[in-house]
């Protein structure tokens, strides 16, 4: 069983930036494909960024330009770096790491856009 803390959400004003953190219970880390999804009120969870094992990255249309997602393979961590934030960021994000035959989420943090 990995564990994954998540760390970093909080409340920040329309423009401003955050940086997520998630650091995995594991060494054996980098074979993980990791991802970040968030859960706003009332709607579904959606995707917001992936990083394979091999970085290949994925973002969500709504976060491009905006978001960036990284991984210290030594650190065991992966790493969402957000700026330019709108209130529409809103929402609970999740940590998820992934192989072929293991999902694994993180218990959530909030993140607030508000002035």
């Known amino acids: 069983q990995v564990q994954l803390v998540e760390s970093g959400g909080g409340l920040v004003q329309p423009g401003g930036s955050l940086r997520l953190s998630c650091t995995a219970s594991?060494?054996?880390?980098?074979?993980?494909?990791m991802g970040w999804y968030r859960q706003a009120p009332g709607k579904q969870r959606e995707l917001v960024a992936t990083i394979t094992s091999g970085n290949v990255i994925n973002y969500a249309v709504s976060v491009l330009g905006r978001f960036t997602i990284s991984r210290d393979n030594a650190k065991n961590t992966v790493y969402l770096q957000m700026n330019s934030l709108k209130p529409e960021d809103t929402a609970v994000y999740y940590c998820?790491?992934?192989?072929?035959?293991?999902?694994?989420w993180g218990q959530g943090t909030q993140v607030t856009v508000s002035s």
């Open positions: 594991t060494s054996f880390f980098s074979p993980y494909a």
């Open positions: 998820n790491a992934r192989t072929s035959y293991s999902d694994y």
